[in-house]
């Protein structure tokens, strides 16, 4: 979730908040930023919420455990997929077709490819 996906998401629930829709909440504050240049009031409800989303926000984004490290689904595929064509005629070793153990390289390759686009499919069915 990017900034304004973030905006969007508080704007919606604020909507509810005040009894509006979140279209006309979003003309609202819409219109105040071009006639003030801010999105909410100074010291309003809703700057103060928003200050407060955003940290949770960006706390929740800057969260990654130990060992970790956040990654571009999009640009996992990438590598996995140019691997893969740069492996083309590579097979695996007769070693790992019958114990599933992987003794060569390609082998650990095959293992961690399996193991990363099952992290994806699992990730993807979470969104």
């Keep these: 979730m990017d900034i304004q996906e973030a905006r969007e998401a ?8 005040v009894g509006v829709s979140y279209a006309e909440f979003k003309q609202r504050t819409d219109d105040f930023e071009k006639a003030l240049g801010r999105r909410y009031g100074k010291k309003s409800i809703n700057e ?4 407060v989303w955003i940290d ?3 706390a929740a984004k800057a969260h990654v455990p130990e060992g970790f490290v956040l990654v571009e689904i ?3 595929r990438d590598v996995i997929s140019n691997a893969g064509d740069a492996m083309m005629n590579e097979e695996t070793s007769s070693v ?24 994806i499919k699992a990730q993807e069915q979470k969104g």
């Design 48 to 51: 103060n919420e928003w200050a």
């Design 96 to 119: 790992y077709d019958r114990t599933g153990e992987p003794s060569t390289w390609f082998d650990h390759y095959t293992v961690a490819e399996k193991r990363v686009l099952k992290a």
């Design 10 to 17: 508080f704007e919606k629930r604020q909507a509810i908040l």
């Design 74 to 76: 999009k640009d996992l």
């Design 56 to 58: 949770a926000w960006q």
